[in-house]
């Protein structure tokens, strides 16, 4: 509304001239007024907003004004009231109240007030002309750079960043907010919007990660390093928990029953009858925290300080360790919560396996910048702390991606990364898992996100199919490990260079590899074979004639004795026979101990009788894992053989053949030969059988039946030609 003012001008001793001002009521009504209009102007709690130079932004009710240059001093935040006259000016379409003659300040109080608070628009809302020279917050604009000027855009929407206050500052990449006086710009008719900042931290930049873990940028203590080991033994307790809340971890709750604290690996410090773990998932020393509960008790740790996530895919993941062998269930509190109390994700792990790690993972999406709380730990369920894991946690982690593409890139990279050290590692031909790896890496400048995870999955089959065929190849690579032809001294050199012609083959198919394999036991099964006989010694003699029943045809001729306090016996089985270098399994064998016995000592021995020379004997055996001693005799000499159960080996099942050298110096001698097995534990075993006795060198050699001395009888003989005469 506009009004009259008064105003009476008079020389001295001449009689006043009145002139009638426009009277504006407020900041609105001014700026209505034609251009270069004065008039006084009512000032009802008009706000200053920003004072910089010449130019004074002022703000009522109805709109904001620049009083340009008029020469009142107030500052930013302080009130106006009352009333000045002044020109209603444009520069360059920005709205001015510009000093006139009539412009005085004896009419405007100053008073204090509080800071000015920029007002929340949208870019749509902060360009129109209602909104010039306000004080306006914009959040949902995003920063372009066009050529050197920055722009505030959202849709066709755009508010050009124009500096006008000269302050020092840098944009960011990326803008959460920015909050500035809304300035027009008017030039050959038309009208740029500007947004002049008026204080540096009204540039709020917008949190960005980068795609990929981004643990060390939110979290100063994912692995509880930075806390001080725990020394004293725990047991559940009441309001429990030793808080770190200085070292990033605070406890936010606890019960009774319950208990936790950070331990060093391997420490001998127990919490709740168990220790740490050695070592973490990846062999690394360190510190865990160990988290025990019961009784519906529950223990949870929260991040001391929050943490903001910007928009994006996020995964957090945490290692936990259950080093109780008798119990597994407990209820994981792994969660991200929002500073609002709402649970973003949260864990449904209810059980950790014993003594193994385990990854517990939560995963989930934030469509804005969410600030919130990790937290972890475990609550138990209305059972004591026997029907529950202790679970020592370690290594959180949080992985970020911008989008589904990003992350199907990252994990596309990934599963790359891996094909490739399976390939590097591999055996078998290569061709089909490199042109595999060559496809994917194609596939990562894919611009879809289902693309991408379309060819990871593919890489993934290729891999597997690469590992199955790979199994073959490794089987043949670590049977040439295993056998050392030269561990066999007296085998002839045409076993061990058929070995080596087998050994040098190379497979192309996973059917050749299959193939060549069992060429190359047999290869070395005849290898073993050939020294049990010392066929590479010219001089050796087979005297295995002298045992009585060597390949436990029968017990005849044997001898079981026990040790002292021993009960075992020994008897003939064929059921788990060893396969011989021809590929033969009719092979009978001594089998026995005492099965369920603690302990046993038991010998089966029979005595040859030979003459001087050096001599070789040799068994086929194999025995429970756990046995104490597992040996092979001749006199005096001993060899302890393998005992690693009924799989594998050489001969299969678990059968190796051991030999034991031994050398008779007088002129003949009764030797006792055999097999002594000793255990100390509950069921184990031991089976042998295929004795072979050879004689090494040209010292005389027993015949073991020798021709008897022909009987002639006392008469007369004679002698025969063909015709019978």
């Known amino acids: 509304k506009i009004t009259k003012a008064v105003l009476t001008i008079a020389a001295p001793g001449e009689a006043p001239e009145v002139i009638e001002l426009s009277k504006a009521e407020n900041i609105a009504a001014f700026k209505a007024l034609k251009t270069?209009?004065?008039?006084?102007?009512?000032?009802?709690?008009?706000?200053?907003?920003?004072?910089?130079?010449?130019?004074?932004?002022?703000?009522?009710?109805?709109?904001?004004?620049?009083?340009?240059?008029?020469?009142?001093?107030?500052?930013?935040?302080?009130?106006?009231?009352?009333?000045?006259?002044?020109?209603?000016?444009?520069?360059?379409?920005?709205?001015?109240?510009?000093k006139s003659s009539n412009t005085a300040y004896t009419k405007v109080t100053v008073t204090d007030g509080d800071a000015p608070v920029a007002v929340e628009m949208t870019v749509a809302e902060a360009m129109a002309e209602t909104s010039y020279l306000k004080y306006v917050k914009l959040t949902d604009a995003t920063l372009v750079l066009d050529g050197e000027t920055y722009y505030l855009v959202n849709g066709d929407n755009k508010i050009q960043i124009y500096n006008k206050f000269k302050l020092d500052y840098t944009l960011p990449e990326a803008i959460k907010s920015i909050a500035g006086i809304i300035i027009p710009f008017t030039k050959s008719g038309t009208t740029i919007v500007e947004l002049a900042p008026i204080a540096v931290e009204d540039i709020v930049a917008k949190l960005t990660l980068p795609n990929g873990d981004v643990t060390s940028l939110?979290?100063?203590?994912?692995?509880?390093?930075?806390?001080?080991?725990?020394?004293?033994?725990?047991?559940?307790?009441?309001?429990?928990?030793?808080?770190?809340?200085?070292?990033?971890?605070?406890?936010?709750?606890?019960?009774?029953?319950?208990?936790a604290a950070v331990y060093e690996y391997g420490s001998a410090t127990i919490l709740n009858s168990v220790t740490a773990p050695a070592a973490d998932n990846a062999g690394n020393p360190g510190k865990a925290m160990g988290v025990t509960v019961a009784w519906s008790s529950n223990v949870k740790y929260t991040t001391a300080t929050p943490i903001t996530l910007p928009a994006g895919i996020y995964t957090i993941k945490i290692n936990g360790y259950n080093a109780f062998g008798s119990a597994t269930l407990f209820h994981s509190n792994l969660a991200f919560v929002a500073e609002s109390g709402t649970v973003i994700a949260s864990s449904s792990k209810s059980n950790f396996a014993s003594n193994v790690w385990e990854d517990d993972v939560i995963s989930f999406t934030l469509d804005t910048e969410t600030t919130g709380n990790i937290t972890f730990g475990?609550?138990?369920?209305?059972?004591?702390?026997?029907?529950?894991?202790?679970?020592?946690?370690?290594?959180?982690?949080?992985?970020?991606?911008?989008?589904?593409?990003?992350?199907?890139?990252?994990?596309?990279?990934?599963?790359?990364?891996?094909?490739?050290?399976?390939?590097?590692?591999?055996?078998?031909?290569k061709t089909d898992i490199n042109a595999a790896i060559a496809t994917a890496q194609a596939a990562t400048t894919e611009t879809e996100a289902e693309t991408v995870k379309a060819a990871k999955e593919t890489l993934l089959a290729a891999v597997a199919a690469y590992n199955d065929v790979n199994t073959h190849?490794?089987?043949?690579?670590?049977?040439?490990?295993?056998?050392?032809?030269?561990?066999?001294?007296?085998?002839?050199?045409?076993?061990?260079?058929?070995?080596?012609?087998?050994?040098?083959?190379?497979?192309?198919?996973?059917?050749?590899?299959?193939?060549?394999?069992?060429?190359?036991?047999?290869?070395?099964?005849?290898?073993?074979?050939?020294?049990?006989?010392?066929?590479?010694?010219?001089?050796?003699?087979?005297?295995?004639?002298?045992i009585t029943n060597p390949n436990a045809e029968a017990m005849d001729g044997w001898t079981t004795v026990n040790g002292e306090g021993s009960n075992g016996k020994l008897e003939v089985k064929t059921a788990e026979p060893f396969t011989d270098a021809a590929g033969n399994t009719n092979h009978p064998y001594f089998d026995g101990g005492k099965w369920d016995a603690s302990a046993w000592d038991v010998t089966l021995q029979?005595?040859?009788?030979?003459?001087?020379?050096?001599?070789?004997?040799?068994?086929?055996?194999?025995?429970?894992?756990?046995?104490?001693?597992?040996?092979?005799?001749?006199?005096?000499?001993?060899?302890?053989?393998?005992?690693?159960?009924?799989?594998?080996?050489?001969?299969?099942?678990?059968?190796?053949?051991?030999?034991?050298?031994?050398?008779?110096?007088?002129?003949?001698?009764?030797?006792?030969?055999?097999?002594?097995?000793?255990?100390?534990?509950?069921?184990?075993?031991?089976?042998?059988?295929?004795?072979?006795?050879?004689?090494l060198d040209k010292s005389e050699v027993v015949d073991p039946e020798p021709d008897p001395e022909p009987v002639i009888a006392d008469g007369t003989y004679y002698l025969y030609n063909e015709a019978g005469k």
């Open 36 to 98: 270069d209009t004065e008039a006084e102007l009512t000032l009802t709690n008009a706000k200053v907003l920003y004072v910089k130079g010449t130019d004074m932004i002022v703000e009522d009710a109805t709109g904001a004004i620049d009083f340009y240059s008029i020469g009142l001093t107030a500052t930013a935040g302080q009130v106006l009231n009352g009333s000045i006259a002044g020109k209603n000016s444009l520069y360059n379409g920005l709205p001015q109240f510009a």
């Open 218 to 259: 939110l979290l100063s203590n994912p692995g509880f390093e930075a806390c001080e080991a725990n020394t004293t033994d725990l047991s559940t307790a009441k309001d429990a928990g030793v808080d770190y809340t200085e070292q990033g971890w605070k406890v936010s709750a606890s019960g009774d029953y319950s208990n």
């Open 378 to 429: 475990g609550y138990a369920e209305n059972k004591g702390s026997g029907d529950h894991a202790r679970v020592f946690f370690d290594n959180i982690t949080i992985s970020h991606f911008a989008d589904l593409l990003s992350q199907a890139v990252a994990d596309l990279n990934e599963t790359i990364a891996k094909a490739q050290a399976v390939a590097d590692a591999g055996l078998a031909p």
């Open 473 to 546: 190849f490794v089987a043949v690579a670590n049977f040439k490990a295993y056998f050392v032809a030269d561990t066999y001294k007296y085998a002839s050199e045409e076993s061990k260079t058929n070995y080596t012609t087998l050994a040098d083959k190379t497979p192309a198919t996973a059917e050749e590899a299959d193939a060549n394999l069992a060429e190359l036991q047999l290869a070395a099964r005849a290898i073993a074979e050939s020294h049990a006989k010392a066929e590479g010694v010219a001089d050796a003699t087979d005297q295995t004639s002298l």
């Open 606 to 695: 029979q005595t040859v009788s030979l003459p001087k020379g050096k001599y070789m004997l040799s068994a086929t055996s194999r025995a429970s894992v756990g046995m104490v001693s597992f040996a092979l005799f001749a006199g005096e000499a001993r060899t302890e053989m393998p005992h690693v159960g009924a799989s594998g080996e050489l001969f299969d099942r678990g059968y190796n053949l051991s030999s034991v050298e031994f050398e008779v110096t007088e002129e003949t001698a009764d030797v006792n030969i055999g097999v002594q097995g000793v255990a100390k534990t509950i069921h184990e075993w031991m089976s042998f059988t295929r004795f072979q006795l050879v004689k």
